[in-house]
């Protein structure tokens, strides 16, 4: 799988805060909690990139169909301007 991000980019330490209970029950399933983290935190980044690039494609397609329509029919404003 192709990845998003530089996996040879150097590990920092980070601080968060995180349910007690829960850290407890994740280690409790794998000794790699960072491992773990690393992974979900590069899906939610990849997901993300994907929703805002998907917006930013309709955001496009809408002002091209607006543009468009402007261009054939005209502004609504230009039947109601005094200008």
């Not at 805060?17 to 979900?40: K, P």
């Not at 690039?53 to 029919?73: G, P, Q, R, S």
Request: charged share 25%; proline share 1%; aromatic share 8%.
């Amino acid at each position: 799988m192709k990845t998003s991000y530089n996996l040879q980019a150097r590990k920092r330490p980070v601080n968060l805060t995180l349910n007690e209970d829960l850290v407890l029950q994740a280690r409790g399933i794998t000794d790699n909690l960072s491992g773990v983290v690393e992974s979900l935190l590069a899906d939610f980044v990849e997901h993300e990139r994907q929703q805002r690039f998907a917006k930013a494609k309709t955001l496009e397609a809408t002002i091209a169909t607006w543009n468009d329509f402007n261009t054939k029919l005209g502004s609504f404003a230009d039947e109601y301007s005094t200008l």
